[in-house]
């Protein structure tokens, strides 16, 4: 079985990978393609994926090439996790918001708004090939804002494009180790937008153990999301938000510790990275020790600034280890060998969340078989969650509207309508900001 990786020169790929060394079933990935546009970045993974594989009997072949048509044909999977624009990109993003006083994280806010004005007309791209030259096939997306890029290929492959992220379930294995449950005997009751999502309840054997949580505070102040937005925060709200919701429920404190930190986080990877891949360049290099050094560095760091502004301390060990790889590979053992799975995944509402239309995508758990993702259904959310994710999913519909139209004034309407731009002439602003620093918003006019 094929699995095509478009961002295949991507520094996370060696953890799919890894993934794959350890599936050992009949009806496995036999071969993987990487793609990625910059060729050398290529033959830097592959060499991390050579030695991973080293030792390893029936390794997953690995090929990598630049042609996306030769990558994409007779594949079974295609894991998309493209990053348009590069690291460079993400470090303006981050610097002309900033410079506006507004938040320019990747996927939340103005930086996310303007990372998916120039991914979303590639994506619709890839969409539209996988369509044509491997009609077949299961697109699983990675690529940030990715409820965004999930809705944007879902109007060419519907049901056939799923969303896939970390974050839910590194919260929901969070949860489940506060309260000394095994994870996967867990059913986590999670519902929103990627990036934008509520933990309601965690049932053990049946039972929500989530009020048990919410009424101690040891325990609450025992995990990452506890010590991040603090126990009289998450009793007021009766639930446990994604750790993304800080930067909208502590918004000034983010913005301020984002901007007296020495370097923003994509400025951050953007230096370690060029670090990594000029180091694999040397053939006397270990590629796989550098990677797994570079790969603590970079997961210690996550959210730092963050963490920073509510006194969260640091991460905890176990949370240094990723979990995307895992759903991704549970997702393609559900669809490939029909082995039935619950997994928290972005699809199509299908009428799951009520005030959302049925092709709006949004993040919560599903049944996977052979046929595919099917969410399952959730109760509604509360008032001040409902407003939040209309809101937001209003700002991805003008994106949308704006990659497609080409129009200038829809994608200031997409910034100004944002909760957390607070001002239709910053709008403006940063759409002059973002238009001059990256060349694949030129086609909005």
């Not at 053992?333 to 009428?351: F, H, K, P, Q, S």
Request: with cysteine; aromatic share 6%; glycine share 10%.
């Amino acid at each position: 079985m094929k699995l095509t990786i478009l961002g295949g020169g991507g520094f996370r790929v060696p953890l799919v990978y890894g993934a794959l060394l350890k599936d050992r079933a009949e009806g496995r990935v036999t071969r993987v393609v990487l793609h990625d546009v910059d060729a050398g970045r290529l033959r830097a993974i592959a060499r991390v994926l050579a030695e991973q594989a080293s030792g390893v009997p029936d390794a997953p072949e690995v090929a990598f090439t630049t042609d996306l048509d030769e990558a994409l044909r007779g594949a079974a999977f295609v894991f998309s996790a493209i990053r348009v624009g590069g690291l460079e990109g993400r470090a303006d993003d981050e610097r002309v918001a900033l410079a506006e006083g507004v938040l320019g994280q990747e996927t939340v806010g103005a930086g996310g708004i303007a990372y998916g004005l120039r991914t979303v007309p590639v994506a619709v791209d890839i969409a539209r090939r996988v369509a044509r030259l491997a009609p077949d096939a299961w697109v699983i997306n990675f690529t940030n804002p990715a409820g965004l890029v999930t809705e944007a290929m879902s109007r060419h492959l519907g049901d056939r494009v799923i969303g896939i992220c970390d974050s839910p379930v590194g919260l929901g294995r969070r949860i489940a180790r506060a309260l000394g449950a095994r994870p996967r005997e867990a059913w986590i009751d999670y519902v929103g937008l990627n990036h934008l999502g509520w933990v309601r309840g965690l049932r053990i054997a049946g039972r929500d153990e989530l009020p048990r949580l919410l009424a101690d505070p040891v325990l609450l102040g025992s995990f990452e999301e506890g010590r991040l937005f603090g126990a009289d925060w998450l009793r007021s709200l009766g639930a446990i938000p994604n750790e993304y919701l800080h930067y909208y429920y502590f918004n000034r404190e983010a913005v301020r510790a984002y901007q007296e930190a020495e370097r923003t986080r994509g400025a951050f990877l953007r230096d370690q990275q060029a670090r990594f891949y000029a180091g694999v360049a040397d053939p006397g290099v270990p590629a796989l020790e550098l990677w797994n050094r570079t790969r603590a560095e970079r997961e210690a760091t996550y959210m730092a600034e963050n963490r920073e502004a509510a006194g969260a301390g640091e991460r905890e060990a176990e949370d240094l280890s990723g979990g995307y790889e895992d759903v991704a590979l549970a997702l393609m053992r559900a669809i490939a060998r029909d082995e039935r799975a619950t997994l928290i995944l972005n699809v199509r509402n299908r009428g799951t969340l009520a005030p959302l239309d049925a092709d709006a995508v949004i993040e919560v758990p599903c049944l996977v078989d052979a046929s595919g993702a099917h969410p399952v259904s959730v109760d509604p959310l509360p008032g001040h969650a409902t407003g939040l994710v209309c809101a937001v999913k209003a700002v991805e519909r003008e994106v949308l509207a704006a990659a497609r139209s080409g129009s200038r004034a829809t994608a200031v309407k997409a910034f100004a309508l944002h909760p957390l731009v607070d001002s239709v002439n910053v709008a403006r602003r940063l759409v002059d900001g973002y238009t001059a620093v990256h060349p694949g918003l030129a086609y909005l006019g």
